[in-house]
Each structure stands twice: as C-alpha cells, then as structure tokens.
C-alpha cells in the first residue's frame, strides 16, 4: 500500500518532468534586424520571456498541448502563434510586422488641418489657435494663415480655395451654424462669434471632407466644444476694447459656466485716429452659458446658449454722389443655443443627439431707409456610429433643419415697406464607412442625400477619400466628392424655383510628418456648376435668377512646420497658388472674382523666452492682387489692386498679479504701416466728364492696437 | 516511512501545487524589487514585459498592470527622441485604464495618472504644458480624495508646482509644503497589508525637500 503510494507520487514528478517543453528562438523585424526586448509569452499562463540583446529567447513551461505563443513589442503588430506542446523542444524564428498605426497611423489628410490635444498626428494644437499673431484670438484669422486660404482683408471671413465666403460652413459638435460672424460695416471685417477657448478640437478642411457635413461647396470648418472642464475657476479679462468675466462650477461629473463680456471700441477710437467716420463707435455686449453633464461612463450632455448684442453707426459715401456721405447704422441680436448628447449603446454602437436654435436679427439704417431683417434655424440631428471592429466603423445620420428668413425693406422716399420671406425644410441622410484596409491603406466612402422643400429638389452625392502609407512618417492620400449647396437667402427671398449649387472636389496630398516636423503638399482641382446668376441684384423679379453659372479653381497649397530646428521657436509656413474663375451673379461672362488672389502666403513664427515668461509671436502675410470692377474700363475685372501685405506681432507675459495666474497680451498689426488697399468702390453712375469717380477701400485705421490682462482665480 | 512518505508528500505537494496566489505574489515581489533598481528604457522593458504577462494571467489584479504603465512612464521620460514618447505614453495608458477597470476606487492608480499627464508635458512644454499640469492636479486632486494619506499625490503635487514657473504660481517655495506633507506622508509608513504596493518616491521627495528648504 505504501509502496504503492509512494510509486504513484513519483510517477507524478516524473511525469512533470517530462512534460516540460523549452519554447527558444530568434525576433527579428523584416529586414533582418534583431528586435531586443520584445515579450514572448504563453497566453493565459505565466510562462514567457523578453527577448535579449542578440534578439534570442528560451523558456520552459509545463504546459502541454494546444497553447498559444504571443509575441508583441512597441510599435510592432502583435504576433500570435499556435504551438502543440509534448516535451518536444520548440524552435521558432520569428518576424515582427511594424504596426504603423502606433507611428501616427495612416489618416485621411487630403483636404484637412485639425487641431487637437488628443490626437497624435495633427498639424496644430488649439493653443495655437490662441498664440497666433494677428489673429486675435479669432478662429477664421488663424485658419487664414494656412494654405487654400485668400486673405480678404475687409470682409475677415474665410474664403477657401477660390471660393466664396458663404461656400464655408462652420459646426459645432456637427450642428450646422448658420451666422458664425459678428454683423459688421461694410468694408469692415467681422469676427467669429466663437471663442476658440470654446473647443478643444478645431478641423479646418479646405475641400473633400466627410459625406458628414453638407451645405457647403468648398469648405467646413469642424469645431468640437470642450468636454469636461478640469477645475473650477474664475477668469476676469480687462481689454481695451472691454472688460469679460466668466466662471466655471465643476463637480464630479458636471459643470457650469456663465461669461459676460462688454465690448466698447469709442475709448480706443478716441486715442487712436480712425480711416473712417464713426458716427457711433461699434460697442457690444453679450453672454454665455454652459453646462457640462456625464451621465455615465460613455455618456456625455452638452450644451450652450450665446446672447450678443452690437451696435454702431457711421458715415460712409453715398454711392450715388460721392461727394456726400450717409449715415448707416446697424443694430445686431443673435441668440444661438444648442445641446448635444453622446453615448454607447452596448459595445458597439455609439448615439450622437443634437438640437439647435438660432435667431439673427439685424436692423440697419441706410439714411432714411430701413432694413429689417429676421433669420432663424433649427435643426434637429440623429447619428449612429457602428464599430464593427477595430479596422471598420460605420456611420450613418439623420438631420432636419428649418432656415425662416424675412426682411422689411422701408424706403421713405415712397414710404413703403417692401416685404420679402421664405422659409426652407432641408432633410439630410448620409452614409459612410472608415475602413483601415491594411496598417498602410485606410478608405472612407460614403454618400449624402438631401432634399429641399423649398425648392422641392433633392440631390445624392458620393463622397470618397482614402490614404496610403508610403513610409514611417509619410503619407499620399487621395479625395473626391461632390458638394451642394441651397442658394443663398439674398436670391431665394425672390425666387422659390432656383436648384442647389454644385461643386466638385479632386484633391491630392502628400504629408511627412516626423520628429515635430511637417511637411505637405497639395494639388488641386474644384468645378462649380450651377451657381446662381442674375441680371440686377436684389431685382424683386424671379425670371432674372437661374442656375446658369460655373466656374473651376485649381491650385497648389504647401505648408511647413518646424518645432525642433530652433530651441523654444515654432514656425510655419504656408503658400497657395490658386488659378481660378467663375461665372455668376451679374458677370457677363468668366472673370477671376474679386476675393481670389493668385498667390497668398504667411510666415508664422511662436519665440518662447522662459527667463522672462513671455512668447513673442510674429505673422507676416501677403497676398498678391485682387481684381475690382472698374466701370471706366473696358474689360469685366482685368483691374487689380497692389499686393497685400501685413506683419503683426504680438507678446504674452505670464505673470501674477495678487498671486493670481494673469496673462498679459498686447499685440498690433500692420507694424510696419502698408496702407493696403483692397479695393475700388465707383459711384453709380459717371460724373460730368463721363467717368465714374471712386474711392479706395481700406483698413478701418493703418494699425490696431490691442492690450488685454486676463486673469484666473 | 510513514515519515518519509509525509515528507516526499509535502515535497511534492509544495513544488508541484504551489498555489497560483503564491507565486503571484512570488514572482511580483522579485519583479518589483528588480524593476526599482532599472536604470535604462531596455531594463524597464524586461520589466514591463514581466509585469505586462502577469497581468494577462491575474485578470482581476489591477496591480501588474499598474506596473506595466509605471515602466512605460519612466520609458516616456528616459526617451531620447521626442517622437518615443507619446508611443510608450499611450501604452502606459492603455495599461492604466486596465487597471482603472479592475479597480475604480484605488488611489495610486489616480496618482499613476496624474505622474502620466505630467510625462506628457516633455513632448511639448509650450502646447501642452497648461492642458497637462491641469489635466495631472485633476488626477492627484482625486487620489487625495479618495487616500488624504497617500504620499506620491502629494509629492506629485509638490513636483508639477516646482515646474511651474515662479511667475505664476509656481516655484520651489510653494512646493515646499506639498513636499513636506508627502514627507509626513511617507513616515505614516507604507501601506499595511499588502507589500506589493508602490512604495516609489521618497527618495527623490526628499531630494525635492532638501532642494526646497530655505537656506540660511
């Protein structure tokens, strides 16, 4: 019995004994190289290694049978390999395959620059949205130092590729917003109503972006809104042109935030002599509110609510004699609120929710006449994002939204108010699918309806773009797709009977991005059909609008960044060449229109001085010509104005004051004095010599000033 | 015999059932008394490829993985190119939220956290230092919740207002008490019970201690 015992204990240590396998062999990448320190190990147990200097592993294990060997190292794809297991010593050679999606992943680039903190591999971080010189915090003036952008100095809306400024569209969380400038003057630029320090993720695409985004011919600019703020604080801006206050509440798993802000530009103009004759320095005022909710681990409820308020009056020449001047004035409410909802619905499904709401209403004096004129949206929005797997998502969505617009026109002359409206349902579909094909070749196709009932026409259009690894750290990629749009409300006010605006992209881009270095060229090819053309504007009369207009752009758009050359400088570069024409509105055949400049180019450059806590920051842009229509000359715009050029610089002193973190920034532009001229307004009709006198159209004052004290508590 | 059977009997029972739990604790302890004395990104690796198989196999302790993502973070910091960091930071992470999976509620994980936000900071002082100083204070802010007595979220703390630069805020001065607290912190003595916790930081907090005190 005991012997029995005894022959039953060893035959159990024998047998594990014999049962122990040694697992050895060589890691290796493709090209030969010995990979040192990668993990080998037998899933689900503790048996496995690292690979040592010479690339070789050995262990043993005493597992036998049917196992798995796992074999993965940074920035290669993990290897798994079965492996039957009897006592049997295993040798193994083995090849790892980088993985390139640990290198930054192969992304579709054409078309677009995104700045973001979570993200890898992106061209710009949001803080630079705010370090920019001469861009003033503003969203659109910082995108204008980047390639496919015309600086059109007096309207400070972007204007993308050869395109038209309405061709841009803004969103936010994917919400359409329609009025995303302030109300201005004319020949005076407006501003985004969005503060950058809104976003933490701003993608500026300059053409074939996703099936998502609709309504814009040329490009949209995709901003999405903070998440939950990181603490509680308190900030107080002392300006210039203004004070601001705003606080944010957080708790654990929400937050809140009210800003106000009062902006008077009459203090300045008093010290600083202006170009034009303000009757009533601009001077706004307005608010926010915005609270933050996570309602689970996935879920997260947004929203936002923006009330401003402008106003200003000035005089400006008569375009009938201008020998005289007219006052106008213009008054200025916008209400903007929308609230989004995101969560996962299992592990697969993600659901983004949105609601919006917007009322514009801008009241403008031109002498005795009076223009009223009232927009609102609102917009509902449905998304569903299917994560098949890693390589595959699907996404598709649904949107409706209402745009109401109505206008008063009163002359006095005649004392009659002359009324014109519409009001247009848009519902929108679209279809897409990501599919990273190989850690080399990523595609995105899709597709986007939508149906107008106002014009009760509806369009399909395909949307494709993809891009190919071609190195480490380079990349080729590749979009197309076709982009429509209603027509503006200036027309749809006397015509319910015009077709949407077409356009399509062809784009091609060739991106390296190495060791805080980009380099990225771009090529390429837009065609507008279907613009809308008119014999006189604002002709009350339907039969003067059709859709008979085109036109095409085409260009070369190269940018570089540098963070590494320089210790503590940051610049980059940008140049565009653009070719372009087009025939609408009024034009009597194809002309380069009057915001399109063949070539525009910035220079930005970010010096940070730690021993004296300031960044000193400089933009030099230039923008060669534009034409105007000049009514002495023979030709439809063959005049053109001199080149544009600007430098602006700006500081920002971090500092305390009362022991609270305090930034101090003063910036100005057009340092160096250009008096830029952006061109020609001619009266209407020829003075006694038979030619139309004119006047320049320039900036508001040769320079502007700007000094501000922000300070958290 | 009967002694001897009772002796092979035990033997055997010990080398061959060794219970899991046993060596897991075992194989751990050597893993971390090895891995505090690493001194290069390569030994770090063997280090956190240990830990990182642990982890695979103890699917319900959150602390291999604590210490994978610990070794990936110094890798973060030992990098030579700045190219290296967000690669080995990104693992760090994706073996944090690991163990934040496992475990929500423990403190040093919001400590390890916080340490990983502020390794973010060296890729790009100018873009990222604000985010991630902020994004790290969130962090230590929660493990000092959720643990008043844990050391390394106040010497953590101490450290991302040394950083900080004295013209706002920043400076050896107010960092001082945060040192020092981590200090009084760290004589408590470390954390009863279980002895494969962390125990990392003393040494360099009083460093930062001596570094801090004002000299006469």
Redesign the interface.
């Known amino acids: 019995m005991k012997t029995t015992l005894l022959l039953i204990l060893f035959a159990g240590i024998v047998m594990s004994v014999s049962s122990q396998t040694t697992i050895m062999g060589r890691i290796t990448d493709k090209s030969g190289e010995t990979i040192v320190g990668a993990n080998v190990y037998l899933e689900n147990s503790y048996d496995g290694t690292s690979s040592d200097v010479e690339g070789n592993f050995s262990f043993t294990t005493a597992l036998s049978g049917q196992q798995k060997l796992v074999v993965s190292f940074i920035g290669y794809i993990q290897l798994e390999q079965a492996l039957d297991l009897g006592g049997e010593p295993v040798t193994l050679s083995i090849i790892l395959q980088p993985d390139n999606q640990e290198l930054g992943g192969v992304e579709i680039t054409a078309g677009s620059f995104e700045a973001s903190d979570e993200k890898k591999a992106v061209i710009l971080r949001p803080l630079d949205i705010v370090t920019t010189a001469g861009g003033l915090a503003d969203i659109s003036a910082v995108m204008n130092t980047l390639p496919g952008t015309q600086t059109v100095g007096e309207e400070g809306k972007l204007f993308v590729r050869g395109g038209d400024s309405y061709e841009t569209q803004t969103f936010i969380d994917g919400m359409q917003v329609i009025n995303p400038y302030t109300t201005s003057m004319p020949d005076v630029p407006s501003r985004g109503r969005f503060s950058p320090y809104m976003f933490n993720g701003t993608m500026f695409s300059t053409g074939g972006f996703s099936a998502e985004y609709g309504q814009a011919l040329s490009s949209a600019l995709i901003l999405r809104s903070n998440d939950l703020p990181e603490q509680t604080v308190t900030g107080l801006s002392l300006m210039t042109i203004g004070p601001g206050v705003e606080h944010t509440q957080k708790w654990d798993h929400s937050s809140v935030s009210a800003s106000m802000e009062y902006m008077n530009l009459q203090p300045y103009f008093a010290l600083v002599p202006q170009e034009f004759d303000w009757e009533k320095a601009p001077e706004a005022f307005g608010g926010m509110m915005t609270f933050r909710h996570k309602t689970g681990p996935d879920g997260m409820l947004k929203g936002f609510a923006n009330y401003s308020h402008s106003s200003s009056a000035m005089y400006y020449p008569d375009m009938t004699d201008l020998n005289r001047t007219m006052l106008i004035g213009i008054r200025n409410d916008n209400l903007y609120g929308q609230i989004n909802y995101q969560d996962a619905i299992g592990e697969q499904w993600i659901t983004q929710s949105g609601l919006s709401y917007m009322r514009n209403m801008d009241d403008t004096d031109l002498d005795r006449d009076n223009v009223h004129e009232l927009e609102q949206s609102w917009q509902a929005r449905q998304v569903f994002r299917f994560l098949y797997s890693e390589k595959a998502v699907f996404k598709g969505g649904v949107e409706w939204m209402r745009k109401d617009f109505s206008q008063e026109y009163f002359v006095s002359s005649e004392d009659i108010t002359y009324t014109t409206c519409f009001t247009d349902d848009l519902f929108s579909g679209f279809l897409e699918t990501e599919i990273t094909v190989s850690n080399r070749f990523a595609a995105r196709a899709g597709g986007r309806y939508e149906y107008s009932a106002l014009l009760k026409k509806g369009n399909i259009v395909p949307r494709v773009s993809m891009a190919y690894k071609t190195g480490a750290s380079s990349q080729v990629s590749f979009a197309y797709g076709i982009f429509y749009q209603t027509p503006s409300g200036d027309y749809l006010r006397f015509d319910h009977d015009l077709d949407f605006e077409r356009a399509t992209h062809y784009i091609l881009n060739y991106q390296i991005m190495k060791n805080r270095r980009v380099f990225r060229v771009e090529v390429y090819r837009k065609k507008y059909h279907d613009l809308v053309k008119y014999i006189t504007l604002n002709s009350p009369d339907p039969n003067q609008y059709t859709n008979n207009g085109k036109g095409y752009a085409q260009g070369i758009d190269i940018f570089w960044r540098d963070q590494r050359t320089f210790s503590n400088i940051d610049y980059w570069i940008s140049y565009s060449y653009l070719d372009t024409q087009r025939d609408y509105k009024d034009y009597p055949g194809p002309a380069v229109p009057t915001f399109a400049s063949k070539h525009n180019a910035s220079v930005v450059v970010k010096y940070w001085v730690g021993k004296l806590s300031t960044q000193f920051a400089g933009t030099y842009s230039f923008a060669s010509g534009r034409t105007y229509y000049n009514p002495n000359s023979e030709e439809f715009l063959k005049d053109k104005t001199k080149s544009y050029h600007d430098l602006s610089l700006n500081a920002s002193y971090l500092t305390e004051i009362f022991k609270k973190f305090t930034i101090i920034h003063l910036s100005v532009s057009n340092v160096l004095g250009f008096n830029n001229i952006f061109g020609y307004h001619y009266q209407t009709t020829p003075g006694t010599d038979g030619t139309y006198p004119s006047f320049a159209v320039k900036q508001w004052a040769k320079r502007f000033w700007f000094l501000g004290v922000f300070i958290s508590i | 015999?009967?002694a001897l059977?009772l002796t092979?009997?035990l033997i055997?029972y010990s080398t061959?059932g060794f219970s899991q739990k046993d060596?897991y604790q075992m194989?751990m302890r050597t893993t971390i008394d090895k891995m505090y004395q690493a001194k290069t990104v390569?030994e770090y690796?063997?280090m956190?490829?240990?830990f990182?198989?642990?982890a695979?196999?103890e699917k319900k302790e959150w602390i291999p993985s604590y210490y994978t993502a610990y070794c990936y973070i110094m890798m973060g910091f030992m990098a030579e190119?700045?190219?290296q960091i967000?690669?080995?930071l990104?693992?760090a992470q994706k073996h944090l939220d690991n163990a934040l999976a496992i475990d929500s509620k423990e403190a040093e994980l919001y400590v390890l956290q916080g340490m990983l936000h502020q390794a973010r900071i060296s890729v790009?002082?100018?873009?990222?230092g604000?985010?991630y100083s902020?994004?790290a204070?969130?962090a230590l802010e929660e493990a000092v919740k959720m643990d008043p007595k844990n050391p390394r979220a106040y010497y953590l703390m101490g450290m991302n207002v040394y950083s900080t630069?004295k013209?706002?805020?920043g400076g050896p001065e107010t960092a001082l008490p945060l040192f020092r607290r981590a200090q009084e912190n760290f004589e408590l003595g470390e954390t009863v019970g279980n002895d494969l916790m962390p125990t990392w930081g003393k040494e360099h907090n009083n460093q930062m201690l001596a570094e801090c005190e004002p000299k006469n």
């Open positions: 015999m009967k059977i092979i009997a055997v061959a060596q194989t390569e690796q063997l956190a490829n240990t990182e198989r642990m695979l196999a190119k700045p190219d967000d690669p080995y990104d693992l790009d002082f100018m873009g990222r604000l985010v902020q994004k204070q969130g630069p013209m706002y805020g």
